[in-house]
């Protein structure tokens, strides 16, 4: 069975320090990776995907970044952290084959960030 | 575009009730629908998933309903637990594709 871990679980750093987040999938190949980041309270926004290694796509212009060095590890970092990048972020993965139930997205536990 | 901003909406209901999440949905292009429940703290959870050439499909103690003409989608919870508090996520997409559309998110509080 597939499995997706993400850590550090929660994060409290001072603003303007460097961030590294990282998320790593088990039991499956070359599969699609996602950031999503989520304010308390609010919906999901998706940050960066992956659809192989070095292949990131951004899809909100901010301070972070992601880097996929290895087929299933996805990296979010930051080099300089505001306090707007205070959130709850998710790691997630789907197959890259379609099939018959779509690419249905799996997510991690969470990561809480809070910077102070 | 994801959804960004919004307050959750509420749904309180008696513990044994039947519970109604309902979701509109955005791309009249989409053919795949997924529910997803998230526990404080915890990423969100695969519920049921269901395509567009359905119009209604069942778990266990769960069903989602599709109407394709109002691009409308719900999550029945039947006798609904304490255990079921939660908020619950519908997404959307196109086979094939990657990027998947989250509705805001309903929070469902199960009173005992």
């Known amino acids: 069975s597939q499995t997706i871990h993400q850590w550090p679980a929660t994060l409290v750093q001072p603003v303007g320090s460097p961030l590294s987040l990282e998320c790593t999938v088990e039991g499956t190949s070359n599969p699609n990776l996602y950031w999503y980041r989520q304010a308390a309270g609010r919906g999901l926004q998706l940050l960066f995907y992956s659809v192989g290694i070095g292949q990131i796509s951004s899809e909100v212009p901010q301070n972070l970044s992601a880097s996929r060095p290895q087929d299933r590890q996805f990296i979010l970092s930051s080099k300089k952290l505001l306090l707007s990048d205070s959130g709850f972020y998710l790691c997630a993965w789907s197959y890259t084959r379609t099939g018959n139930s779509g690419n249905t997205i799996y997510f991690g536990e969470g990561s809480w960030l809070t910077v102070v | 575009g994801e959804s960004v901003g919004l307050h959750l909406p509420t749904l309180s209901v008696q513990e044994g009730d039947n519970s109604i999440i309902n979701c509109a949905y955005s791309n009249s292009a989409s053919d795949y629908f997924i529910w997803y429940k998230q526990e404080s703290g915890k990423g969100p959870q695969f519920i049921i998933d269901i395509r567009s050439n359905m119009d209604k499909r069942q778990g266990q103690r769960v069903t989602v309903l599709l109407n394709k003409t109002v691009k409308h989608l719900s999550l029945q919870i039947a006798a609904t637990q304490p255990g079921d508090s939660a908020v619950y996520f519908c997404?959307?997409?196109?086979?094939?594709?990657?990027?998947?559309?989250f509705g805001a998110g309903t929070r469902l509080f199960v009173k005992a």
């Open positions: 997404a959307e997409m196109v086979t094939g594709g990657f990027k998947t559309i």
